[in-house]
């Protein structure tokens, strides 16, 4: 521990400013506590930031990805620096109030990620994600930051096996509503519940982690192909090695997020989640990430997308693959290879400095006779998973859901809940009828707090039999794995009066994606004098803090203004 002060191998390192001359002499000492010598701490200080836990398959993998991102980094002649930060799993705090966290964590995953690596002045990163909400949050940070880096998905769970048909947790929820409805028994839900989850990785479907995972790599921050290998496959090692190699590569070269997330980058992301009728979260998450990339975004970018994009992937919730059939399918490349046959998305760069053309051309080819990608001119659906609708309920924009649907105009009367518990507490006693409107409101992203998805409620209607006669409208969100005639993120919220605040039981609700409406006839403006704006559900801590600073669904509640 005697070698003088290191002399920066590279000039202009970020690094540099905790590292080299006299003054920083107190920081290479405790730099040495750590185990580094001169000789490391001279080497390019690279971010290995993941969001391992136990508490949940989504991320369980990620702390072995980490050291193999390590080697990757010493390898290419760089030191890894390497840090934890928190992950929410919606999958066990649906239906609680701890779903209230879920949302907001996106906003503290990011701002923690921004802080470490600011804080220690690094010269590059490699972020590694596993659930709904870190994986955009891997995103914003990246983008915010505009430091050289890379992100990498953990990967899909394998789906589990009942009665011989695949099963993911959309199945177990499901099997709630079932129970709930008495068409299943307590051994019969069991089985389920123990045979769903079978290992490490996220949830299986086109649910909304495997929707981001593929918009990471739409959007050129992931290589082509390394986010489709399920977290449990042992070729998932060597991608977290080759992201480690490849975060030195984009700092030697100048490749920074922002060169990368162009707008033909987002139009293209946008393409994927219509063609996969991925999770509408995605357009809460777009906007979010456009909106720390600098690039105008609005979600009304949204409609052209699904309108001129067909649905080619027949996965779950509303088709009939996993993640991992996807993957023997060929992956993210075989749905872009038949979307650029049909010039449906564009040329852009790539963090691995190819364009994403190229990418695509370096793939394997799509197997012969795989059953989960169509070409377009064979499309599952002529459009795209979802529709914004607007109209006297929310005239900032809402997101209709669209897969697993197959009528696209909805009549009935309000059925008006102030919460999830109390809708959901209504399903499972049968209050709920074939032909209702329901409206769950005071959800949104202040009002909630945090925005919660409504997955329990959702899958319970469909456990009992009411997934496609009746409607459901919120200022909250919907799981990936929600289904049926829903829509979400109306605007404005209820607590910020939004005309959802306003309506009363027995209300006519249209909700037409024909027209693009979401209305009702009811005198909203009558009763605008006697309303007045619910007390906060929180008072103190992060959910209030996240209360006040939130801004509007329809531009991506984010809290950076």
């Known amino acids: 521990m005697n070698a003088p002060p290191p002399r920066p191998k590279a000039p202009g390192l970020r690094s540099d400013a905790i590292k080299t001359g006299p003054d920083r002499a107190p920081a290479r000492a405790m730099l040495y506590a750590t185990g580094l010598d001169a000789a490391a701490i001279a080497k390019p ?4 930031v993941h969001t391992w836990s136990n508490i949940s398959p989504c991320n369980l993998n990620l702390r072995d990805l980490a050291a ?9 002649g760089g030191t890894p620096v390497e840090f934890n930060t928190i992950a929410v799993t919606d999958g066990i705090a649906m239906g609680t109030p701890g779903m209230r966290a879920s949302l907001i964590s996106r906003e503290l995953i990011a701002d923690s990620i921004e802080l470490a690596v600011d804080g220690h002045c690094l010269d590059a990163m490699v972020v590694l994600c596993g659930c709904d909400k870190t994986i955009p949050a891997a995103a914003m940070a990246l983008a915010r930051l505009d430091v050289p880096g890379v992100a990498l998905y953990g990967g899909s769970i394998a789906h589990g096996t009942l009665d011989g048909t695949p099963i993911t947790v959309q199945q177990v929820f499901e099997a709630v509503g ?10 019969r839900l069991g089985a389920v519940e123990q045979r769903a989850c079978p290992g490490a990785g996220a949830c299986g479907g086109q649910f909304t982690a495997n929707t981001m995972a593929m918009v990471l790599t739409a959007l050129g921050l992931t290589p082509l192909g390394l986010n489709d290998i399920a977290a449990t496959d042992p070729a998932k ?6 992201c480690g190699e490849l975060a030195l590569e984009c700092l030697r070269d100048g490749r920074t997020p922002r060169g990368i997330l162009s707008p033909a980058a987002f139009r293209n992301a946008m393409r994927i989640v219509a063609a996969t009728a991925g999770s509408t979260n995605a357009v809460l998450h777009l906007l979010a990430i456009a909106h720390e990339a600098g690039v105008a975004l609005t979600i009304e970018d949204f409609e052209g997308a699904s309108v001129q994009t067909p649905v080619i992937a027949d996965l779950m919730p509303g088709g009939r693959y996993t993640a991992i059939e996807m993957t023997a399918a060929g992956g993210m490349a075989a749905v872009a290879r038949e979307l650029r046959a049909a010039g449906l998305i564009e040329d852009a760069p790539t963090v691995t400095g190819r364009g994403l053309f190229e990418e695509i051309d370096a793939a394997p080819p799509t197997p012969p006779g795989q059953p989960v990608v169509r070409p377009v001119a064979q499309a599952f659906k002529p459009r795209g998973g979802y529709s914004i609708l607007y109209g006297n309920l929310s005239p900032e924009g809402c997101i209709l859901k669209l897969a697993g649907i197959d009528t696209l105009r909805f009549e009935g009367r309000a059925r008006v809940f102030e919460s999830e518990e109390d809708c959901f507490r209504a399903v499972q006693v049968g209050r709920i009828e074939a032909g209702d409107v329901v409206v769950i409101r005071n959800e949104g992203p202040a009002g909630g707090p945090g925005m919660r998805e409504m997955l329990a409620v959702t899958a319970a209607l469909v456990g009992r ?10 200022d909250g969100r919907f799981s990936g794995a929600s289904y049926g005639f ?8 209820a607590a910020r009066g939004g005309p959802i605040a306003l309506l009363r039981d027995g209300d006519r609700i249209v909700i037409d994606a024909v027209r693009r409406v979401v209305e009702t006839d009811a005198d909203l403006a009558a009763r605008r004098a006697d309303w007045s704006p619910p007390p906060p559900k929180v008072v103190h801590g992060a959910l209030a803090k996240y209360a006040r600073l939130v801004g509007s669904a329809a531009l991506g509640a984010v809290t950076t203004g």
């Open 486 to 493: 829903v829509v979400g993120h109306v605007a404005p919220e």
């Open 178 to 187: 079932a129970h709930g409805a008495g068409r299943i028994d307590d051994a």
């Open 45 to 48: 200080l690279v971010a290995v």
């Open 465 to 474: 039999g009411l997934g496609d006669r009746v409607a459901l409208m919120t």
């Open 237 to 242: 090692r060597a991608a977290a090695r080759r």
């Open 68 to 76: 193999e991102v390590a080697d990757g980094i010493r390898a290419a």
